[in-house]
């Protein structure tokens, strides 16, 4: 059996809003399995948009979405691989943490026989081992955030999407979890796709980068080429600010 390298393509995707607003214009891009990528533009960019398009909770107006080299433009959210971290975690306060992260293997109707160590592998994924009882309001931000992790690893999916999913905390919690997250994918192996405008966030974290501005990629590759050899003004000043 061979093993597909490319998890995900998008080729040509368009996205046009219902207001008429274009948000993506001809996006072509390749994903390959268990490497790190950000997604890095300014706010309006259109990065969320790919994001929610590659997860299936959008419809892209022209294109397709390709996934272990299968068509899945038209399959529902909750039959591919993909999960997704958003940047406010939507834990749920009334429930511990054990009922937060194994909240979707439940209605799946998983038998508690896999529940339980499944949640207890991610728990230990995201070195909360021993938290499963606690309450989610007395975990500090950044164990909330973990908890978020968690939940969106149990089931092990191919591929995470993570949306802003570390703008809401302080900077010295950011650079821990910038850490943490890529520990995690490492530990993982599986593919993480991170959005984020903090363009030293994409550069620390990355495998490779995709550059966004007004609906389009601006350059992709590595962070070092990026750094060193931008393609155009725009990448040059966008990247150059966060010197
Ligand atoms: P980013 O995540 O890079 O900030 P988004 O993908 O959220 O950008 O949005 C890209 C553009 O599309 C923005 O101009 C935004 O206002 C617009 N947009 C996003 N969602 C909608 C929507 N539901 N209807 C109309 N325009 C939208
Ligand atoms: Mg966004």
Known sequence: MGME?????????????DDGFVALKDINLTIESGKFYSL?????????TILRIIAGFTQPTDGKVYFDGKDITNLD???????????????????NVF??????????KKPMNEIKPAVKDALH????????????????GGQQQRVAIAR???????VLLLDESLSALDKRLRKDMQ???RAIQKKLGITFIFV?????????????????NDGEIQQSGSPVAIYDEPVNDFVARFIGDSN
């Open 40 to 48: 890095l533009g300014p706010s309006g960019s259109g990065k969320s």
């Open 179 to 181: 850490f943490e997250l």
């Open 5 to 17: 390298m490319d998890i995900i393509k998008l080729k040509h995707i368009t996205k046009q809003y």
């Open 77 to 95: 959210a909750a039959k591919r691989h993909i999960n997704t971290v958003f940047q406010n975690y939507a834990l749920f306060p009334h429930l």
């Open 196 to 212: 984020t405008h903090d363009q030293e966030e994409a550069l620390s974290m990355s495998d490779e980068i995709f550059v966004l």
């Open 152 to 158: 969106a690893i149990v089931n092990e999916p191919k």
């Open 99 to 108: 009922e937060n992260v194994a909240f979707g293997l439940k209605i799946k």
């Open 125 to 140: 994924m995201v070195r909360l081992d021993g938290y499963a009882n606690r309450e989610i309001s007395e975990l500090s």
